[in-house]
């Protein structure tokens, strides 16, 4: 027993020790070791942003450098607060505020005193910062916008939080990335890579060299510059003609797919997100909630498509082989469903498929619709096929552009319609009004811009993109470059073309013809509600339009939604002409009319819901 | 006798556990205290450089001590203990003060720590009182003439003060044990701290029910012929029980705030977990960093020179008390359980040596090297480790230090050298 005591101690002490190491050797041991070792600091080299080009290789957004005021508590020695405060533009109450602010973050590290000095307060402090010791000053690389124009689909860079933390371990705290628009898309392309370096510290947190002789440190890599599809300057002039209207317009290159220009009303000019004011001025934005400007109308704005939506339904039914474009309908001023009758304005007669279409003629297109779904033996079927052909433009989903938000609009199928009125309780009557574009059916400016390039290209799209190269290069992405084909030949749309064509020369958009430019159109007169205090009530119609030109080499498709335009030619006719004139031709002809649609604005018609009285809608102001 | 011999019967198998502890302790001093732009090992600015020059000056005492005759250290351990008692008495006067202990006398080139020196002379002139053939340890007068060499020493070394240098010789308990002092006394110490440490984190209420548990059992388990020693067993139990409620008067009144911190840490007293926290990363500093510079180590560590926290200087002391840290970080999970298996293999073997001495002197004094050794080195890891309260005391062969290592490894070779002379005295 004695002999064995002192033993048994030794061995009883050693299986504790190797069971305490393995405890906290082998069980707690984490794996991210450099980063978490308090004896490691990495210091970062921030490469500068990539640029911004248009489609021409004109400027939109570069760098600006920014220099924040930065202090260490801890090195603070005694200084002459006054004159301090007076060389950075603050007084003394907010200087020793954000000093205590700072010491209680910590006393060792840096913390920003004063954030994003303009050059001249730079200048002017820069020669004297040695004099106060604990304050330096640290540059910072901030978004400078060559535009006032795109913010949307810009988008703009803000520090990381939380969730941007845990979803990529690429970014520390404190780091800027691409919050909206292209600025989030491309973040990896223009953001590039930092380069970092690791520095051994001791326990005073001083640096006592490289770690590891800067084995694991890395170079920075340069942001690459991007050349977007836009139009710079038919997008500076497409938001000028939108001030003081809501809406969007959406101009896409048929032959490529590329984005031309994007414009959402009401918009704001990028420059107000960044700098000093920055939170200020987002929270205006952001608490705007009567005229949403941070709502990128232009892919986000659901509503019905209106009278552009009848070409798709002539497509299908002259797909569908159940009319020729000789088929005639009678309209007597409307067309009579389940015994209830159906305005339109065409002005009444026999409508074939051409005057059907530059007359906008709602009973030539009801007749047509009814024609698709007799078809079929059952309305399911019949709506299977319709609903296919209908998406097949790209419409009732995401279009899977490259930009980080969107809506996917709504083309209903016979699950839409079984829910609503029970399972085989409904048919064609029923969804009449989807032969007009008003119904059920929904799209985004967007969509029906792609829906326009897809006719201007007799058949087939290019899904629409907004990067059109990097460093120079084009882009090859397959889902960018490959066409995507409709479910209509091409056959088929020369008779629905020309009756767009003549949308301009006889019809619904006589007012709006461009000298020398052959334009195909068609208008939309979109009836809209909203809820006041829960009461269902009208306003003055949308106004839409659509159009593309040459129409025989087409160059440019557009789609114009102005909200409570009225008429489809009033407002977004005359939009859609100017666009394309201004970027066919470069400079407008008809001065007057260029004049008018910049002035007018429809803020009236805005407030008319928020005025708490009684109002009139669909007013003939001019 | 020739030299020749002695290296023929000393224990191999020791010294070679032993040299290997000094190389792996050596290797860890440099990693923290070498320098890039002067990595050189004969650095002798350096601690490394300097630790160097102890393992030569070592060399040259362990050959001396072999060289000596046997005999030698039965004869003058009286000798020793007297001169290391008056050199510990002598610090009063002319000590110089490190980081606050009275614990060196300066000798220019080097600072010697006379409390090293008295570990190995206490333990040799234990082992003479004990193998003196009039003492006999079942006797209350010699079992306290015993003690009392035990004590003195500590005496005069917790006023430098250096309660863990004290605590040491406390080790040397376990030679009176092997030697026929009746175990109870080591069961009643360990009973001891049992309450002690109970009341600090249960409370006297856990302590009282506890005591009057066992009773209960001890009446209900009983055979019905056996007599029960009624008085002795309420007196056992109120003396349980009075004990406990003096470890709160004590733990309260009589402790520092520090020594509260440090049970309190130790214990995990604190219940609220920020303070817990709190505590850990101010009075716990040094055993938080240590712990986390051995978790940072991981399976296979992070490699030689490569411990950033090593480098860093994170854990305080890390080249004395600390070095385990470094070995931790640096060679990982395998380098801290060989340096645990080689104490392990290292202390086993001695015990081994010890029991095959037909000399009561050298069994005796064989058992005090032991000790010593043990309880160096379990209070050291159990620290660095944190599953010990912090007792500042060396890492046998391991620590920087010039005193720590000569004694330790003279203590250690006068046992091997009266190891090689067995079968003599044996005749």
């Keep these: ?622 | 006798m020739s030299g020749s011999s002695v290296l023929k019967r000393i224990d191999w198998l020791s010294i070679f556990f032993y040299a290997l502890l000094v190389a792996i302790g050596w290797l860890n001093i440099y990693s923290t205290t070498f320098s890039e732009t002067n990595p050189s090992i004969f650095n002798f600015d350096a601690l490394h450089g300097k630790q160097l020059f102890f393992i030569g000056t070592c060399i040259v005492a362990i050959v001396t001590i072999l060289a000596l005759e046997t005999s030698f250290f039965e004869r003058f351990s009286s000798l020793f203990y007297i001169v290391s008692m008056i050199s510990l008495l002598g610090l009063f006067v002319f000590g110089k003060t490190i980081a606050g202990a009275t614990s060196w006398y300066d000798l220019g080139f080097f600072n010697l720590q006379p409390s090293e020196f008295a570990k190995a002379a206490t333990a040799l002139a234990l082992a003479k009182y004990l193998s003196d053939i009039q003492t006999d340890i079942k006797r209350r007068k010699d079992q306290l003439y015993a003690f009392l060499i035990i004590l003195i020493p500590a005496l005069l070394i917790i006023p430098q003060p250096d309660p863990g240098s004290a605590l040491v010789f406390f080790a040397l308990v376990f030679v009176l044990f092997r030697e026929g002092l009746p175990l109870f006394y080591l069961l009643l110490g360990f009973l001891l701290v049992l309450v002690f440490v109970t009341t600090l984190k249960f409370g006297t209420i856990w302590v009282t029910i506890f005591v009057a548990l066992v009773i209960t059992l001890f009446f209900l388990l009983k055979k019905k012929s056996f007599k029960i020693p009624i008085f002795p067993l309420i007196s056992a139990a109120l003396i349980t029980i009075l004990f406990s409620l003096s470890v709160n008067f004590v733990f309260n009144n009589v402790f520092e705030q520090r020594h509260r911190d440090r049970f309190s840490l130790w214990l995990r007293l604190e219940k609220d977990p920020q303070k817990l926290e709190q505590i850990r990363k101010t009075i716990g500093y040094n055993t938080y960093q240590s712990e986390k510079a051995i978790e940072s180590g991981g399976f296979f560590g992070k490699g030689f020179l490569e411990g950033t926290r090593t480098k860093g200087d994170f854990v305080p002391e890390q080249h004395t008390d600390y070095i385990f840290s470094s070995v931790g970080e640096e060679w990982g999970f395998l380098g801290t359980a060989s340096v645990v298996m080689l104490f392990t293999f290292l202390l086993l073997r001695l015990v081994f040596l010890a029991e095959r001495q037909k000399n009561a002197f050298s069994r005796m004094y064989g058992y005090g090297v032991i000790s010593i050794l043990l309880v160096h080195y379990f209070i050291n890891i159990g620290m660095v480790t944190g599953i010990l309260p912090t007792i500042g005391i060396p890492l046998p062969f391991f620590s920087y230090g010039g005193s720590g290592l000569l004694f330790f490894s003279a203590m250690l070779f006068i046992f091997l050298k009266l190891d090689s002379n067995r079968l003599r005295e044996g005749i």
């Design chain 1, 1 to 622: 027993m004695k002999k064995f005591l002192l033993s048994s101690i030794i061995i009883i002490i050693g299986i504790t020790f190797l069971g305490r190491l393995s405890y906290l050797q082998v069980f707690s041991s984490s794996t991210n070791q450099v980063l978490e070792d308090p004896a490691i600091k990495a210091v970062y080299d921030y490469p500068e942003r990539g640029y911004i080009y248009d489609r021409n290789g004109k400027l939109l957004v570069a760098n600006d450098p920014a220099y924040d005021v930065m202090v260490i508590p801890r090195e603070v020695k005694a200084l002459d607060t006054i004159e301090f405060c007076d060389l950075l533009g603050i007084d003394k109450e907010k200087f020793l505020k954000e000093l205590k602010k700072a010491r209680n973050y910590s006393p060792r590290l840096p913390s920003v005193l004063v954030p994003q000095l303009s050059k001249e307060d730079y200048a002017k402090l820069q020669e004297k910062m040695r004099h106060y010791q604990g304050f330096y000053i640290q540059k910072r690389s901030l978004r400078y916008y060559d535009t006032s124009s795109g913010a949307n689909i810009l988008g703009y860079i803000s520090e990381v939080n939380e969730r941007d933390l845990e979803q990529n371990p690429y970014y520390v705290q404190g780091e800027l990335t691409g919050r909206t628009g292209i600025e989030k898309q491309y973040e990896d392309i223009l953001r590039g890579r930092k380069g970092v370096q690791y520095i051994q510290k001791d326990r005073f947190n001083r640096d006592i060299g490289p770690y590891k002789n800067g084995l694991l440190d890395t170079l920075p890599e340069q942001g690459k510059e991007i050349n977007v599809t836009l139009d710079k300057d038919l997008q500076e002039y497409g938001e000028r003609l939108m001030s003081g209207k809501w809406g969007g317009i959406v101009a896409i290159e048929p032959a490529t797919g590329e984005i031309l220009s994007m414009i959402s009303g009401p918009t704001y000019d990028p420059k107000l997100l960044v700098g000093r004011d920055r939170s200020a001025n987002y929270s205006k934005l952001h608490y705007d909630t009567i005229s949403k400007p941070l709502f990128d109308r232009s892919i986000l704005a659901e509503g019905s498509p209106g009278s552009p939506f009848k070409t798709i339904n002539a497509l299908i039914a002259l797909q569908e082989g159940v009319i020729t474009p000789e088929t005639t309908f009678t309209c007597y001023h409307g067309f009579y469903v389940g015994g209830r009758k159906r305005g339109c304005h065409c002005g009444g007669g026999n409508r074939n498929l051409h005057s059907g279409i530059y007359k906008s003629c709602n009973a030539y297109f009801a007749g047509t619709f009814r024609k698709i779904y007799d078809k079929y033996e059952t309305t399911d079927e019949a709506m299977d096929v319709w609903e296919k052909h209908v998406k097949s433009f790209g419409l009732g989903d995401f279009l899977h552009y490259d930009l980080p938000e969107g809506k996917r609009g709504r083309i209903p199928g016979k699950e839409y319609y079984d829910k609503w009125y029970g399972d085989n309780r409904w048919s064609s009557s029923y969804i009449i009004s989807n032969s007009i574009g008003q119904g059920e059916v929904s799209v985004t400016p967007v969509q029906l811009a792609n829906m326009t390039a897809a006719i201007a290209n007799r058949g087939f799209y290019y899904t629409p993109h907004i990067l059109k190269k990097v460093e120079g290069k084009d882009i090859t992405n397959p889902e960018f470059v490959a066409p995507k084909y409709t479910t209509i030949d091409k056959k088929y749309f020369d008779p629905v073309v020309q009756g767009m064509a003549d949308v301009y020369k006889l019809g619904t958009a006589r007012g709006v013809q461009i000298p020398g430019i052959e334009v195909a159109g068609k208008t939309g007169t979109v009836e809209n509600f909203t809820k006041i205090n829960g009461v269902r009530t009208q306003l003055t119609d949308h106004s839409v339009f659509v159009a593309f030109a040459p129409v025989d080499n087409p160059k440019i498709a557009i789609a114009v939604y102005i909200e409570n335009g009225y008429f489809g030619s009033r407002y977004a006719g005359h939009i859609a002409s100017l666009m394309i004139e201004k970027y066919l031709k470069g400079e407008i002809s008809r001065k007057d009319l260029e004049k008018r649609m910049l002035e007018k604005t429809l803020e009236s018609e805005y407030a008319k819901p928020y005025s708490g009285e009684e109002f009139k809608i669909n007013e003939r102001v001019w």
